[in-house]
């Protein structure tokens, strides 16, 4: 269990600074390859959307880090927060922050 804490602690500091960096970066870039063909601010509006969509992909699997460390202070790590069922080990292997079964992760 000392394990995943750790690998969970090590994708947290991942992601935060992933975020970091995002936040940090004002969108200059792009406009230098791409600028004068697409039209005015159309490839940065772009870029932008996309970091964004990036953002709060890197913001979800953060809670769900949170979240899979507290579940193994609760002891309820490895089963799902919806329905209770255990998560099974392939996709906590595959994702040790998962906090949803597949079913309910689908459905999110
Ligand atoms: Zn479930």
């Known amino acids: ?5 750790a690998r969970l602690r090590e994708k ?3 992601l935060d600074d992933q975020m970091g960096q995002m936040e940090q970066r004002p969108s200059d870039q792009g406009s230098i390859s791409f600028g004068k063909r697409v039209g ?3 490839s940065m509006a ?3 959307l996309s970091q964004v969509a990036v953002h709060d ?3 979800v699997t953060l809670a769900d880090v949170n979240r ?3 579940k193994l202070d609760d002891g309820t790590y490895g089963t799902c927060d919806v329905c209770g069922k255990p998560i099974g080990e392939g996709r906590l292997e595959a994702l040790p922050w998962a906090v949803l079964c597949v079913d309910d992760a689908a459905r999110r």
């Open 1 to 5: 269990m000392d394990d995943i804490a």
């Open 40 to 42: 005015e601010g159309t």
């Open 46 to 48: 772009v870029d932008r």
């Open 57 to 59: 992909q890197l913001q």
């Open 12 to 14: 947290k500091a991942e």
């Open 68 to 70: 899979a460390l507290e």
